[in-house]
């Protein structure tokens, strides 16, 4: 295995470790942001930012698995 395909091997080693940390965030966030919401005397704005958060979330571990994927020669 060439010096360059090591290198590309850990890059996506670790591209799924990121990943794996990330959903377990999302996955946290999803039961706080349950659990918040079913407090009517909820702080509003926590509750909004942290929404945020998940769905930024969210959006970094599709962009992240995309980078997973094999390029197709054309």
Do not use: F, W
Not at 6 to 16: F, K, S, Y
Not at 18 to 41: F, V
């Amino acid at each position: 295995m060439s010096e360059e395909n090591t290198d590309e091997l850990l890059d996506m080693l670790e591209l799924r470790e990121r990943i794996y940390h990330l959903r377990q965030e999302h996955g946290d966030l999803d039961a706080a942001i349950q659990i918040m919401s079913e407090d009517p005397a909820v702080d509003q704005l926590r509750l909004k930012r942290m929404k945020k958060r998940k769905l930024n979330l969210k959006d970094m571990i599709s962009q992240m698995e995309s980078q997973l994927i094999p390029d197709m020669d054309a």
